[in-house]
């Protein structure tokens, strides 16, 4: 699977959505073409992602498929794309209603938004990982990371009851500190327990950030 993408990305067909879905119908088949490609995933891994199977799961035709996206990177790609936007954003959401919340509960609910995030996609975190580059999203991915540093920068240069000598230097040890440990529990999610993991973790960040709390 891997090898084929790559030989894709050198014959020079972009990775990228042809077209997005601007009718109800039509973000009703790109739903069901990328339903399809996480169950694809799921049950076969990448060696089992062809569009014609993606096709007849999603129930449309390979033809309709092409419409929207020319192979399979630009499949595995948008789906990439879905699961870090959804997660991002209900990590933002958490830290939207934070206002006048202690940090370490903060801190709590965004480890549980994480968790939940987790839970409602399907388990296909390590083969997205894995495809991360042969789908031409690894870039695009250290962009999402790149703003997610400066958001967390400036949220917590903002707070009052903790004080960090550089702000950023701390967003983006705690960005990147929790994205590698998603990345290695998404490797290795049957043998570990998600929920406590999650919970060690947020104990983690509790203990560095409350080494710089003002009080």
Same mark, same amino acid.
């Given at each position: 699977?891997?090898?084929?993408?790559?030989?894709?990305?050198?014959?020079?067909?972009?990775?990228?959505?042809?077209?997005?879905?601007? %009718? #109800?119908?039509?973000?009703?088949?790109?739903?069901?073409?990328?339903?399809?490609?996480?169950?694809?995933?799921?049950?076969? @891994?990448?060696?089992?992602?062809?569009?014609?199977?993606?096709? #007849?799961? !999603?129930?449309?035709? =390979?033809?309709?498929?092409? %419409?929207?996206?020319?192979?399979?990177? !630009?499949?595995?790609?948008?789906?990439?794309?879905?699961?870090?936007?959804?997660?991002?954003?209900?990590?933002?959401?958490?830290? !939207?209603?934070? #206002?006048?919340?202690?940090?370490?509960?903060?801190?709590?609910? =965004? !480890?549980?938004?994480?968790?939940?995030?987790?839970?409602? %996609?399907? &388990?296909?975190?390590?083969?997205?990982?894995?495809?991360?580059?042969?789908?031409?999203? %690894?870039?695009?991915?250290?962009?999402?990371?790149?703003?997610? =540093?400066?958001?967390?920068?400036?949220?917590?240069?903002?707070?009052?009851?903790?004080?960090?000598?550089? &702000?950023?230097?701390?967003?983006?040890?705690?960005?990147?500190?929790?994205?590698?440990?998603?990345?290695?529990? @998404?490797?290795?999610?049957?043998?570990?327990?998600?929920?406590?993991?999650?919970?060690?973790?947020?104990?983690?960040?509790?203990?560095?950030?409350?080494?710089?709390?003002?009080?």
């Amino acid at each position: 699977m891997l090898a084929s993408m790559r030989q894709t990305r050198r014959r020079g067909t972009a990775p990228v959505p042809r077209k997005l879905p601007t %009718q #109800e119908r039509a973000a009703a088949t790109v739903a069901a073409i990328l339903g399809a490609v996480e169950r694809v995933l799921e049950k076969h @891994g990448p060696a089992g992602l062809t569009t014609n199977r993606v096709a #007849e799961i !999603a129930g449309v035709s =390979v033809g309709t498929l092409y %419409q929207y996206y020319p192979n399979k990177e !630009a499949l595995v790609g948008t789906v990439i794309e879905r699961y870090v936007e959804q997660t991002f954003a209900m990590c933002r959401a958490a830290m !939207a209603a934070g #206002e006048g919340v202690p940090i370490g509960t903060l801190v709590d609910r =965004v !480890a549980e938004a994480l968790a939940a995030a987790y839970r409602v %996609q399907r &388990p296909i975190h390590r083969w997205l990982i894995d495809l991360r580059s042969a789908a031409a999203y %690894q870039e695009r991915f250290r962009a999402a990371l790149d703003e997610f =540093v400066e958001e967390i920068t400036r949220f917590l240069a903002a707070r009052d009851d903790v004080r960090f000598p550089d &702000p950023r230097a701390a967003a983006f040890l705690l960005v990147h500190g929790i994205e590698g440990i998603i990345a290695a529990a @998404g490797a290795r999610s049957d043998v570990l327990d998600i929920p406590e993991l999650t919970r060690e973790g947020a104990r983690m960040i509790r203990a560095y950030i409350d080494a710089h709390s003002k009080s």
